[in-house]
C-alpha cells in the first residue's frame, strides 16, 4: 500500500500559478503510474494530468494542456502538478493517485489506481 499526502492547494487569482505537490509512502517501489484528478462541487472526479513511470510519459486532459505541467523528484518520492494561468474552472478538489501496476487501461482511467491521497483544494478567483 501507498500513502499520499497532497499539498500546496490554496485560494488565487484568475491567471495566477500555483503548484501542487504530493508525497509518496510505503510501497513506493511498485510504481507504473501517479496522476492528478480533481472534482468540483457537485460534478465526478475528473482525470487532470499522469505521469508514467518507465518512461516518464506524461498525459493531460485537454482542458489543461498547456497550462499545467506534471513531474517528479524520485529522490523526495514526490509528484509535483504545476498550474499556470489558472482559470476560475480549475477550482476543485485536487487529488494525487498511484497505480502499482499496467492494467491495460489508459492513464486517464480513475480505476486503474490504487492508493489515492485526501485532497487539496484550488480555489481560482475571477
Not at 509518496?24 to 503510474?33: E, K, L, N, Q
Request: with cysteine.
Amino acid at each position: 500500500q501507498v500513502q499520499l499526502v497532497e499539498s500546496g492547494g490554496g485560494l488565487v487569482q484568475a491567471g495566477d500559478p500555483l503548484r501542487l505537490s504530493c508525497a509518496a509512502s510505503g510501497r513506493t517501489f511498485s510504481t507504473y503510474a501517479m496522476g492528478w484528478f480533481r472534482q468540483a462541487p457537485g460534478k465526478e472526479r475528473d482525470f487532470v494530468a499522469a505521469l508514467t513511470w518507465t518512461d516518464s510519459s506524461t498525459y493531460y486532459a485537454d482542458s489543461v494542456k498547456g497550462r499545467f505541467t506534471i513531474s517528479r523528484d524520485n529522490a523526495k518520492n514526490t509528484v509535483y502538478l504545476q498550474m499556470n494561468n489558472l482559470k476560475p474552472e480549475d477550482t476543485a478538489v485536487y487529488y494525487c493517485a498511484h497505480q502499482p501496476l499496467f492494467r491495460g487501461r489508459p492513464p486517464s482511467d480513475s480505476r486503474s489506481y490504487n492508493s489515492w491521497g485526501r485532497g487539496t483544494q484550488v480555489t481560482v478567483s475571477s
